[in-house]
């Protein structure tokens, strides 16, 4: 299960995302994508809450972050006071485009199964 399959590309749940009008979107039960500030500095994160983590998956995921440091440069992984993976990227202005972000927080996660691509 991914995100919603219709013929708008991804663009349009993470431009309302972005805007404020909604605080999370879900993927699917306990993983979400939300705005989330770090100090001044807007960022994207992705929160997996802890009944949908997998087994051993933070360790993976740390793992995974150092390992190749260079192709998940900018993403950074904490546990928050609910007990939530959360892995954040932030947005530079005239940066990384959204679906590329969401892309690379997937990825990290290794759930690049509810990556559904960018409209071709």
């Not at 995100?3 to 749940?13: E, I, K, N, S």
């Not at 994207?44 to 998940?72: D, N, S, T, W, Y």
């Not at 993403?75 to 940066?95: R, T």
């Amino acid at each position: 299960m991914g995100l919603p399959d219709t013929d708008a590309p991804r663009q349009v749940p993470l431009d309302k995302l972005m805007s404020g009008d909604v605080a999370h979107h879900t993927l699917c039960p306990g993983i979400s994508l939300c705005r989330l500030s770090a100090g001044q500095k807007p960022g994207l994160a992705l929160q997996i809450a802890p009944e949908a983590l997998q087994a051993g998956q933070v360790q993976r995921v740390l793992e995974r972050r150092f390992v190749h440091a260079m192709v998940f440069d900018g993403c950074f992984l904490y546990l928050d006071a609910k007990g939530n993976l959360v892995i954040w990227h932030a947005l530079v202005p005239n940066g990384q485009p959204l679906d590329d972000i969401v892309s690379r927080l997937l990825s990290l996660a290794k759930l690049e199964t509810l990556d559904v691509q960018r409209a071709p």
